[in-house]
Each structure stands twice: as C-alpha cells, then as structure tokens.
C-alpha cells in the first residue's frame, strides 16, 4: 500500500511540475479519418494519434458518429474526421485526416463540446458575469 501511495504522490509532483506527458490513443473504424492517425483505414489495436503532441495537452475529447472534438485546458479546439456536412467547423466540407484548430472560434473560450452523428456542439463562457452562448457547426456555416 505505502508504495502505491509514494508512485501515485509522485506521479502528482511530476504532474505538477510538468514531467507527466499526455498520450492519446485511438482504435476501431477509421475511414473517415476518425481516428486522426493520417490513414482512412480501421485500427484493431491502439494507435498513437502523434500529431496531437504539437498542440500541448488536451482536456476533453468527444466522439461523434466518425468526427473527433478535442478541447484545450485555454478553451481552443481541434477537430478531424468525417466532415462532409460542415461539423469539422473548418468551413469546408471535407474529411481531415489529422487534428486541425477550428478557426472561427478563436477568440472564444470553449468550455464544452458535443459531436453528434454528423454536427457539433459547443458551449463558450465569458470571464465576466456568467454569460454563456452555444454554437453548432452545421453544413451551412458556423451558426450563433
């Protein structure tokens, strides 16, 4: 017990003194891009998604129908996969094989995301008072 307990308080110090790297992993279906590795085929195994190290870590993933949403610990996000109905929110409607920032909400704090089946949610909050507003990537554009 007491060495479980020294591993789990160092592993927190690393944490904290930023020596812990962050690994995300993905597998199955993959022939939209879903699963970020760069390929259009399905993964049996876990795969390192490598291209995500570049972005600094990530604080929340969300899996829709074979379209990924990642958010950033500062509030930005990254998408990749299916996007033939706009729900990449990158303005085209086209698949990305690899994370990608989502442009048009620079600027904007996202605290939460959603990926459906083939459209995306999003909540933004503002550092003053509590105001929140929601938006959706749909085929037609980024929408208030």
């Known amino acids: 017990m007491s060495t479980m307990m020294e591993e789990t308080e160092r592993v927190i110090?690393?944490?904290e003194e930023g020596f812990v790297k962050e690994e995300i992993w993905s597998w199955g279906a993959g022939t939209e891009g879903q699963l970020g590795t760069g390929k259009l085929q399905d993964e049996?195994?876990?795969q390192l998604i490598h291209s995500l190290s570049s972005f600094g870590p990530i604080s929340y993933l969300?899996?829709?129908g074979a379209h990924v949403?990642?958010?950033t610990p500062?509030?930005?996000?990254l998408t990749w996969g299916r996007?033939?109905?706009g729900q990449l929110g990158h303005g085209k409607m086209v698949n990305c094989l690899h994370p990608k920032y989502v442009e048009s909400l620079e600027g904007?704090?996202?605290t939460h995301a959603?990926?459906?089946w083939n459209h995306s949610g999003f909540v933004s909050a503002w550092a003053w008072g509590l105001c929140l507003k929601m938006f959706s990537c749909t085929s037609a554009a980024l929408q208030e």
């Open 114 to 116: 959603s990926a459906g």
């Open 13 to 15: 110090e690393q944490e």
């Open 74 to 77: 500062g509030g930005r996000v």
């Open 108 to 110: 904007v704090f996202i």
């Open 69 to 71: 949403i990642a958010l």
């Open 62 to 64: 969300s899996c829709g």
């Open 83 to 85: 996007g033939t109905s």
């Open 44 to 46: 049996h195994q876990p």
